[in-house]
């Protein structure tokens, strides 16, 4: 079956510092890499994604880098804010269901 | 544009008894839907995959005859849980596709508790 592995579970980062998560799959045919941002009670709330025909992908303070070969992607969020302050999920494409599987979560807290 | 929108936002049921969840997309056409299951604190599980017009499919160890999922028309999929358990209480999403595969947009959520 699908293997979602996220690290790490919790992160907790000084303000205007840098933030990583990373999250491993086991499907080699996936090909679309997306990052969810989730605020309590609220909806899941796509930030960035990335398909598997380019590495890395930025958008303002946020960045996902995507290493195939090694089955793994990293979301990256710099100069860190207090609105930072959620839980990010990754969700990579399970190609032949054509399903989305969550990883497990980061609860990413931004100290001020 | 891609507005998917949930009811109720919130229901509180008794045991015993049956509660339903629409989702609908509100601005396109959605031939497949997807319905979640989020307990506190942990992560969004997967409980089966609605497509217009047919049978759902459900994940593994979900209860088919628990949680009933009707897809009747490109807009709406409705999930209902029958004889609801506390342990059921939970934040229930649905996510509806677009055109393409990894296009999915999410409700905001229907949050159960059953007393």
């Known amino acids: 079956g699908e293997n979602v592995e996220q690290h790490p579970s919790t992160l907790s980062v000084q303000e205007g510092d840098s933030a990583v998560i990373k999250c491993t799959y086991s499907d080699s045919a996936s090909n679309y890499f997306p990052w969810y941002k989730q605020e309590l009670g609220k909806r899941p709330q796509l930030i960035i994604d990335?398909?598997?025909?380019?590495g890395e992908k930025k958008d303002q303070r946020i960045a996902v880098t995507l290493n195939k070969t090694a089955k793994h992607f990293s979301l990256h969020i710099t100069e860190t804010q207090p609105e930072d302050s959620a839980v990010y999920f990754c969700?990579?494409?399970?190609?032949?269901?054509?399903?989305?599987?969550f990883g497990q979560g980061t609860r990413l807290t931004i100290n001020p | 544009g891609a507005v998917v929108s949930q009811h109720p936002s919130w229901v509180i049921c008794k045991s015993g008894t049956s509660v339903k969840i629409e989702c609908r997309s509100l601005?396109?056409?959605?031939?497949?839907m997807f319905w979640y299951r989020q307990f506190p604190k942990q992560s969004l599980m997967l409980m089966a995959t609605s497509n217009e017009g047919s049978k759902a499919t459900y994940e593994q160890g979900v209860e088919k005859d628990k949680f009933l999922i009707n897809h009747a028309s490109l807009t709406l999929s409705t999930l209902t849980v029958t004889s609801a358990h506390p342990e059921d209480s939970s934040f229930y999403i649905c996510s509806a596709r677009g055109l393409f595969p990894d296009e999915q947009y999410f409700g905001p959520g229907t949050r159960l508790t059953v007393t």
């Open positions: 601005d396109f056409q959605a031939t497949t």
């Open positions: 969700a990579p494409l399970i190609q032949g269901a054509q399903k989305l599987v």
């Open positions: 990335i398909r598997s025909n380019v």
